[in-house]
């Protein structure tokens, strides 16, 4: 799906409509030494293996893809909920 690069939406912080610049949101590098992921692979690890069965193939064909929309007159950043399709094109 082609999305515009510019888009005029509501501001929460403005209190009205303004042009918004438009991203899609990437997920951030995980850390692997955070207390969850070392629990995970002290779990995986011993006798007995993996503590919860390894997800072998995914039930949906498409993920969500979200939208990061900054404001262009106060630079806040909303995040609009994510549109189920294959491929997101910004600035068309």
Do not use: D
Request: hydrophobic share 25%.
């Amino acid at each position: 799906m082609k999305y515009p690069k510019e888009i005029s939406t509501y501001c929460p912080k403005c209190k009205q409509h303004t042009a918004h610049a438009v991203s899609v949101y990437k997920a951030g590098k995980p850390r692997t030494m955070a207390w969850g992921s070392r629990r995970q692979e002290r779990r995986k690890h011993g006798y007995g293996g993996q503590k919860f069965p390894e997800l072998k193939r995914t039930a949906k064909t498409t993920k969500k893809s979200t939208l990061r929309l900054k404001c262009r007159v106060c630079n806040f950043t909303v995040a609009r909920l994510g549109i189920r399709l294959r491929k997101l094109e910004v600035g068309a």
